[in-house]
């Protein structure tokens, strides 16, 4: 197994998992910047648990992370990251909630004949404008969601970064960028929401 | 998965209550067993550490 390491965290990676890139690296700063040492923490998605093993390596926070495929959760739960295998929310009791919410979605348009076969498909498959899985995210987060609570969202240009927020925004976050990164084809950032169940 | 995993998982498919059954723990947490909902009838597993919450269509 290859092993990387980032910020004193070691990563386990495998051929069949996404291999953590500009985005895993610009979500695992932003989250290291925003979290707070004994927040509950949840990575939504996690792949090889890059972000989550980097941020409990350098924040002492109580960090849980879902992931579907199980070769990704093998790597997650080998990176010391622990992980439940689900779909987005689908495993948590009504009334689990948490302090801040990592999600790196998969957000790239696909039309039906650009899927890749197996499970790392749904590391990219955002649907046909990028925005299914961020969406779906959106509209079901604040449920999970403290008062004040956080959600960090990588999101690329080639998703579109405004509908994302205007999104966000119908549901009740209060929306701001925090970082962003020019890769050669696409931008990517770091949306921060904060919810406010007064905004509602 | 560590046993206080137990407080914030429920059924995927009806939200409701699981049981838990450990075939293997170390000092640490649970290696395998199941957690099962007696309303949907429906085992999830835990192997190698990871809970399997993913509905019976999903997991493979």
Redesign the interface.
């Given at each position: 197994m290859v092993t990387i390491t980032y910020r004193n965290a070691n990563i386990n990676l495998d051929e069949q998992v996404y291999d953590p890139a500009e985005d895993s690296y610009l979500l695992a700063d932003v989250a290291i910047d925003n979290a707070k040492e004994g927040m509950k923490v949840l990575e939504v998605g996690a792949g090889t648990g890059f972000v989550s093993a980097v941020l409990q390596e350098n924040v002492d926070v109580d960090l849980?992370a879902t992931e579907?495929s199980?070769i990704a959760?093998?790597c997650a739960?080998a990176s010391g990251v622990?992980?439940?295998?689900?779909?987005m929310f689908?495993?948590?009791?009504?009334g689990?909630m948490f302090d801040l919410i990592l999600f790196n979605p998969p957000y790239l348009p696909t039309s039906e004949d650009e899927k890749v076969p197996g499970w790392l498909n749904y590391a990219f498959d955002g649907g046909p404008d990028g925005r299914d899985a961020v969406n779906r995210f959106i509209d079901e987060v604040p449920e999970y969601l403290n008062n004040n609570g956080m959600v960090l969202i990588l999101i690329s240009s080639l998703t579109g970064i405004e509908q994302v927020k205007e999104r966000m925004k119908a549901c009740g976050f209060k929306v701001e960028t925090c970082d962003s990164d020019n890769c050669f084809f696409e931008e990517l950032i770091v949306v921060k929401g904060t919810f406010r169940e007064s905004e509602l | 998965m560590k046993k206080d995993l137990m407080d914030i998982l429920a059924c995927p498919i009806c939200k409701g209550d699981l049981v838990l059954n450990i075939s293997k723990e170390d000092e640490k947490e649970i290696i395998s067993g199941t957690l099962y909902c007696s309303k949907c009838n429906e085992y999830f597993p835990i192997e190698d550490g990871i809970p399997n919450m993913l509905p019976p269509e999903l997991r493979e």
């Open positions: 849980i579907i199980p959760a093998t739960r622990e992980v439940i295998r689900t779909d689908t495993c948590f009791k009504h689990t | -």
